[in-house]
């Protein structure tokens, strides 16, 4: 008889998943069952006596440990490789889990005895006693306190936006692998690197296409291949697939997004709250609606300058009327001319492997004291998935951080950290993190080239890794990553920053066939570059968080007929419509507010860079890549978690609050 391998933990090390065993037919019978086992503990749970700490809280910390396990693989597979079985399980357990998580947080038993243990709360340890406080809050906010007849339509709501965030992702993958370009004569692909050429070619012949070159797409709306392409009817079509992309054919997502939107209000409302971003931001570090639509509304204006400042200068640099399709291939030249940075040339110096053993693991080595070593012997849920073992200064086991860096047809645009383990003192279980990007993948046996942004990525992405390996709490709940969404993004942000360090970038950027380092001179100018393009950066991503927020501050009375047009007033009415720069994300592909739990925390990123710029300042000031700045943060920030209040652990770190200053400074802001 053949055993589900998510009924018991796994053998292998650290947990990980057995994805050699694991099949596409074990995931539903294990939902299933892990759903069947929770319901079973919560009963023992409330029927367990008098309500304590530990009959009651910890007992729901140590529930549900196979659907956790089912639900961390399960999760990670359908967003890096789907198949068509997993989005069928996925489209049929999406409801099934929100009405299971439902039943939990509405369960008057239960709540009674959370209640009961917060009301005495206080002479518990400190992460103890806020794991109660947590409970407690997440049980009101999940509607504990509402009427039957309100949990009723709540459950209801629930249910249909979990499907719905469901439909918006699998209808977004397949409109992104439909909106490849598909070219037919090498000569329109004039500009483009050798490499760059092989790759597109080999996507054409992966996808199925007899001859030819595939311009596949990324997840945001500026599409890499715009800043090398000499033929400017082929950078049109690259663009308008970019920012047509769910706004028409089989894979049209603007009924979903209307139909998300609305249902997000009038949950919002039935809970208490004028609209849903009220209800997000309330359990944030900023607090309050209007305290974001302050800083966006600060930002917005000399952003719009910047931009209008730079597309002056490249209307002259291109000579003729510049569309958006244009900006980013006159911006290379003028980064050219000015800076004497070529970006086909820099990638030469930017090899994937170099790239990850010389930059981002030896900066975190240096950093932090560990150490990553490969493990070959051990198998992900695709062949391109490889695993190194991590261990701390002292030779003590980490965890286990895994990479998927090649983009595929069966992988959702972006790039993300997850975990498939989570760390727990409770649990005894040390962290498995993944780290998931959409590099363009080379024909056999030529090297994956870069451009900066990836090599950013990677060290952007690597910053959660850290983030979840560093864990060091007793309680699941707060393990890793499990902080406020607009505090999430701060550690991953202070780890780009050594990208540019001339003591990492000169370990790292070696040209791939010679292995010459990157000369001085180039290095100078790739520095003094970083500033450029401040303009349209700041107002792209501005655009995106102001239209999220337009999405969320809707009431259950404002109606959205046209989709688009309700887009182009948003960014009209914030100040921030700017001919030539469409948002980072327009509406019909943003998937981090419709499908990728961001909704009305896209700002996220920008309130976050507060607090990196900040501490980027701070290393600065105490010596840069030392340990004792490495053991500090790690100490103060990255090991805690959710256990402390997240700008209390800013504050105990930092010394003081954030100032702004830095961030504006960086952004050319002032």
């Given amino acids: 008889m053949v055993t589900n391998p998510f009924l018991a933990p796994s053998t292998l090390p650290y947990g990980l998943p057995d994805f050699a065993a694991i099949t596409d037919e074990h995931y539903l019978p294990a939902f299933e069952a892990g759903m069947a086992e929770q319901r079973a503990e919560i009963e023992a749970i409330v ?5 304590t700490f530990a009959n009651t809280i910890e007992a729901l910390e140590l529930s549900g440990r196979t659907l956790d396990r089912v639900s961390r693989v399960f999760f990670s597979r359908a967003g890096a490789d789907t198949t068509p079985r997993i989005e069928e399980v996925r489209a049929a357990v999406a409801p099934i889990l929100a009405a299971h998580a439902d039943e939990i947080s509405l369960d008057p038993r239960l709540f009674g005895r959370i209640s009961a243990v ?32 309100e949990q009723e339509r709540l459950k209801a709501l629930n249910a249909e936006l979990s499907s719905l965030s469901t439909t918006f992702s699998t209808r977004l993958l397949g409109g992104a692998n439909a909106a490849a370009v598909h070219v037919h004569d090498v000569a329109e692909l004039d500009g483009m690197s050798p490499g760059a050429i092989s790759a597109a070619a080999a996507a054409a012949s992966s996808r199925g296409h007899g001859s030819g070159f595939l311009l596949t797409l990324v997840l945001p709306t500026g599409q890499p291949v715009l800043g090398s392409l000499t033929d400017r009817d082929l950078r049109r079509e690259v663009f308008e697939a970019s920012v047509g992309r769910g706004a028409s054919g089989d894979f049209d997502t603007r009924d979903v997004v209307v139909r ?13 709250y004028p609209t849903h971003a009220a209800y997000v931001i309330e359990d944030s570090t900023a607090g309050s609606v209007d305290a974001v639509a302050a800083m966006l509304a600060d930002l917005a204006p000399p ?4 931009a209008d400042e730079e597309a002056a200068e490249l209307a002259e640099t291109a000579g003729h009327v510049l569309e958006p399709w244009d900006w980013t291939f006159t911006a290379e030249q003028v980064r050219r001319e000015r800076f004497e940075v070529d970006a086909a040339v820099l990638r030469q110096y930017l090899e994937l492997e170099s790239v990850l053993e010389h930059g981002v693991f030896h900066a975190a080595e240096e950093l932090y004291g560990i150490q990553l070593h490969p493990r070959h012997d051990l198998v992900g849920y695709h062949p391109d998935v490889r695993f190194w073992e991590v261990f701390d200064a002292d030779g003590t086991p980490l965890g286990l951080f895994g990479g998927d860096y090649y983009a595929r047809e069966s992988k959702r645009g ?24 959409n590099i363009t993948k080379p024909a056999e046996g030529e090297p994956t080239l870069l451009t900066i942004d990836e090599v950013r990525t990677l060290f952007h992405e690597f910053g959660h890794a850290l983030h979840g390996l560093f864990s060091a709490v007793r309680y699941p709940t707060f393990s890793g990553t499990s902080v406020p969404r607009d505090f999430v993004e701060f550690p991953s942000q202070v780890n780009e ?42 107002t792209e991503y501005l655009a995106a968080s102001l239209l999220d927020q337009a999405w969320h501050t809707l009431t259950v009375d404002d109606q959205v007929t046209d989709v688009l047009e309700f887009e182009a007033e948003a960014l009209r009415k914030a100040g921030i419509a700017h001919p030539l720069i469409p948002p980072r994300y327009r509406s019909t592909y943003f998937n981090h507010v419709f499908a990728g739990g961001y909704s009305a925390g896209y700002y996220s990123y920008i309130w976050s860079e507060v607090l990196d710029a900040d501490t980027v300042q701070w290393f600065e000031e105490n010596g840069g890549l030392r340990r004792e700045n490495g053991d500090r943060f790690r100490r103060e920030l990255l090991s ?31």
């Fill in 497 to 538: 920053m050594w990208l540019e360090r001339p003591e990492i970038l000169g370990r790292y950027a070696k040209h791939w066939e010679t292995g010459e380092l990157l000369p001085a001179p180039l290095l100078e100018k790739l520095l003094a570059s970083r500033s450029y393009g401040e303009g349209f950066r700041t």
């Fill in 118 to 149: 917060h009301a005495d709360r206080e002479g518990l340890d400190p992460e103890s006693k806020r794991l109660v406080e947590r409970y407690f809050t997440d049980a009101v906010r999940a509607g504990a306190q509402l009427g039957e007849a």
């Fill in 640 to 670: 805690r978690g959710g256990a402390v209040d997240a700008m209390e652990a800013y504050r105990n770190f930092r010394g003081r609050n954030p100032e702004i200053r830095p961030l504006l400074e960086r952004r050319n802001l002032t």
């Fill in 414 to 437: 972006g790039a993300w950290m997850n975990a498939l383990v989570g760390q727990s003192f409770l649990l005894d279980e040390r962290p498995v993190v993944m780290n998931t990007l």
């Fill in 47 to 51: 029927a367990s006596g008098e309500p």
């Fill in 303 to 306: 952003a719009m300058r910047n």
């Fill in 260 to 272: 998300i939107t609305a249902l997000r209000a009038e949950r919002a409302r039935l809970l208490g």
